[in-house]
Structure formats: C-alpha cells, structure tokens
C-alpha cells in the first residue's frame, strides 16, 4: 500500500546547528502537510504544500515540496532548544485521496 | 471559536471491556481523523470521516470502530481492550484534506 517513509527517525544537534527531515513517497502526493509535536503535547499545524516544487519559508524553517510531488523536507536552520519535538508529515495522495502518515522524526537539541 | 474538544481526558479500563470516546471538531469542520500514538510505535493513524462517512482507514483490527453524526461529532469505540491498547487516544478535524486541529487527547490505561 502507499507509505510515506521519513528519515531520520531521531537526530540529536547541538544548539545552532542545522536540522533537516524527509518524506518520501512511492506515489504522487496531492498535497503535504507538516506538524510538529512538542514533548507531552498535541501536534501543532505548520505549514502545507500543494504545488510541484513548492518552498515555503517561516523564520528558520523551510519547507519544500518535490517537482515530481513525492517527497518534500523541512529544513531548520541554527536549531534552538525550542526546536525540540517530533515533526511529522501527513500527506494526501493516490486516486482515491487517501490519507497517509509519515513516521515522524524526533529532534533533541543539546544547549 | 472553540478547538477541537475530547471526552473523557483520562480514562483506566481493564481487559476485555470496551470503550467509547468521543471527539467534538471545531464548529464548520467535516472531517475528523483519529489517531492513536504509544511511545514505541509513535502517532498512527485509526480513521477519518466526512460528512458521516469513512473515508480513510488505517491498519487496526476490527475492534477499533468508529462514526460520524450528522453534527459532525465522532465517537471512536474499542472493543475487547487489550493491554497494548494503552494508548494517548488523539482526534482531528479539518474542513476538506487541509490544515488538521488536534484535540488534546484521551489517555487510555487499560489495566
């Protein structure tokens, strides 16, 4: 069935150092949201993605999403502790629309 | 306007009962997802209605059902509870394959 793989799982940075993560898709996406989920919280909106080769910038993320729309990354740059949580992605695609989830990665950011 | 609201927040059952929670999305939404996120296997996705109906479904046994009133509420109901189904219970709306609200969650201890 469709997946959507994210890599890494976990990345640990040091403070001001850059992060970024990846979902990957076996099919075309319709579109691409991304949340993120502080430790002991609900998962919090960021930001979605529906053009081909779409960037989006908020701060010090960066979103993009593929020209072929079957993957897309977000990208922090100079990570704060305030950084940390799971960033998950969660996607719509295929012929019938269907909701897929990507696995989520865990950034800790070390001070 | 409000967010998306869940009931109960906290809940301890024992083996073989059943349960139901229930998820209010936020007024003019159609579609609420549910999801159930455990430590080790992180957020996965349950199912999703609009307007009544199931539209996406995920990999959980038949235990796990749920449906969507005419108001848009849903109700999740798990039969049969097992020890693995302890779990943070989360529940999201949004208005059509957008930006997803999650609610705070319900704790499911199943003892």
């Known amino acids: 069935g469709q997946q959507v793989m994210q890599i890494p799982q976990y990345q640990h940075v040091q403070e001001g150092e850059d992060f970024t993560t990846y979902c990957n898709s076996s099919?075309?996406?319709?579109?691409i949201q991304w949340y993120k989920q502080r430790p002991g919280g609900h998962p919090v909106f960021l930001i979605q993605?529906?053009?081909?080769?779409e960037v989006k910038k908020q701060k010090r993320l960066t979103f993009q999403f593929g020209e072929a729309k079957k993957n897309s990354s977000l990208h922090i740059t100079a990570t704060q502790t305030t950084d940390v949580g799971t960033y998950f992605c969660?996607?719509?695609?295929?012929?019938?629309?269907?909701?897929?989830f990507g696995t989520g990665t865990l950034l800790a950011v070390q001070p | 306007k409000a967010g998306v609201t869940q009931t109960p927040r906290y809940l301890i059952k024992t083996r073989g009962q059943q349960v139901t929670l229930s998820c209010s999305p936020i007024?003019?939404?159609?579609?609420v997802s549910w999801y159930q996120q455990t430590p080790g296997q992180g957020l996965q996705f349950l199912f999703e209605?609009?307007?009544?109906?199931?539209?996406n479904k995920g990999n959980f046994p038949g235990r796990f059902s749920g449906r969507q009133f005419s108001n848009s509420r849903s109700e999740m109901n798990v039969s049969t509870l097992e020890l693995g189904d302890s779990a943070l219970y989360l529940c999201?709306?949004?208005?059509?394959?957008?930006?997803?609200?999650f609610g705070p969650g319900t704790r499911l201890t199943v003892l």
């Open positions: 969660v996607a719509y695609g295929g012929a019938t629309n269907k909701l897929i």
């Open positions: 993605l529906v053009k081909s080769g």
């Open positions: 099919t075309t996406l319709s579109n």
């Open positions: 007024s003019g939404h159609r579609s």
């Open positions: 209605y609009f307007s009544e109906t199931q539209r």
């Open positions: 999201a709306s949004s208005t059509n394959y957008n930006e997803q609200f």
